[in-house]
């Protein structure tokens, strides 16, 4: 009698999803032993770490995204697309928006969203950079302020439109910033003729220091090199209030913006509240050494939802792509060795560096402890990155446009006014950036959102 193959459901296709499908799928071609099935919510992997470089226009979405089903049909694994709702772990069913899905072995990687410590000024006004919609979003906003600007005859209304806050100065608010300051030196100043000493990059962090994960030098040369092209660093600085007008500091200084990018926490994906395994104080999913949960073996949690103690210094790993990628493949193998009567393997990972991109061609690099900036910086990140893209097509494509790029402006043509503004409101049902001078949305009659009645562009 043939035995049924085991069914093995791998939840969100990004870093540390994708990667246990490729790892699943590659290691039991062809045995009938499994079958591997991928859900996700959008039909595409992101690549997240060039999102600050979409928000700046200098890459598009076909730079950063890579449609699943082209996997799929190379016969890597199963893809349905659907948003995951509920958990049965006594049934061993997941349930999603459209469909319920069994399973023998579970892998969760369903990642994190902005964490706005449970500020809802903040939360409704911030421009957050954790999907490709956003990033382009930011572009359009960034893009939209500048075309008031010149028209704006108010010298105290222009300075709000072209002053822009990025609060947390973690790798993702620095880039931000630094490829915030390329974008608006290297185009817009060529193409909008507003005074330079106008404008203002704030970055703002909570700490005494900017990437905190970097050793304390080569935070200081990023700091300085930051504070050298006009971007201030604000540093012991707390964002602790926000509307469409202003942001506020520290409960008492008002920074009048129209801009707030948030790049300061990450917080679990609130879906996995529902299961039931202790949480850490953050909300991660608290999983043993091989990272499963304790009361159902099957169950693998990974990535930015779970919290996983490095035994070696008791911290939790951080939330970071290659972290999440390598648990993915240990998870993977871990469901491999069950089923091919193994023991599991403890998870360990050790970093062999970090790196930052500061924008303008360069960037910091940590490398087995070989720190270096610059130029060389800069090639060394762009390489690192390069190799990490999935697919050929992303890898092709992302060098031919840094070729153009070096030659031709970069586009600056975005959606209209109310389409930007729906495409940030939607997906956290709030109210938009209250419109400057005669541009106002009007609520939609057809609209999607019962909070703010405006549709999503682009929005799931
Ligand atoms: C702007 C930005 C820049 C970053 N830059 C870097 C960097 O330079 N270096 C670095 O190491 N890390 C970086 N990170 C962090 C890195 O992206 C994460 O650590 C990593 O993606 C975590 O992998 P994951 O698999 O846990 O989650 P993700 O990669 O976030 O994947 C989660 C997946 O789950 C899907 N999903 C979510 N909810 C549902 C649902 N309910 N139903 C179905 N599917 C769902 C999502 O669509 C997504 O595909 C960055 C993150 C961001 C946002």
Sequence with gaps: MTRKPAQIVVLGGGFGGLYAAMTLQRELAGSGAAQVTLV???NYFTFTPFLPEVAAGTLGRAHVTYPFRFLAQKGRF???????????????????????????HLIVSLGG????????????????????????????????????????SDPLRRRQLLTFVVAGA?????????????LIRTALLKYYSVDPSEIRILVVCKGDRILPHFARE?????????????????????VTGASGEHVEFNHQEIIPTRTLIWAAGVTPNPVLAQLPAPKSRQGGIVVDEFLKLSEFPEVYVIGDGASVLDRRNGRPYPALAPVAIRQGIRAAGNILNTLQGRVREPFRF????????????????????????????????????LQRLVSFRNKASLALTLA????????????TWPEADRSMQCERGIRPLSPIQGHRSSPDPLSDCPRCGARAAGAL
């Design 113 to 152: 969203a902005p964490s706005f410590f449970g500020n809802p000024h903040i939360e409704a006004h911030a421009l957050t950079l954790n999907s490709v919609d956003k990033a382009l979003a930011i572009r359009n906003h960034i893009i939209h302020l500048f075309e008031h600007a010149v028209v704006e």
């Design 78 to 104: 199963h893809f349905i697309q659907g948003v995951v709702r509920t958990f049965d772990l006594a049934e061993r069913v997941i349930r999603t928006d459209t469909t319920t899905i069994p399973y023998d």
């Design 40 to 42: 996700d919510r959008r």
């Design 404 to 415: 153009l790029n070096a030659i031709f402006d970069r586009d600056i043509s975005c959606d």
């Design 350 to 385: 050790d970093f062999t560096g970090n790196i930052v991109g500061l924008g303008c061609g360069m960037a910091l690099v940590n490398l087995l402890g070989l720190k270096f900036h610059g130029r060389l910086g800069w090639w060394f990140y762009r390489m690192a990155y």
């Design 170 to 182: 973690g790798p993702c608010g620095v880039e931000v910033a630094a490829e915030l300051h390329h």
């Design 218 to 238: 080569m935070a200081e040369t990023g700091q300085q090199t930051l504070v050298k092209r006009g971007i201030e660093v604000k540093l012991c600085t707390q």
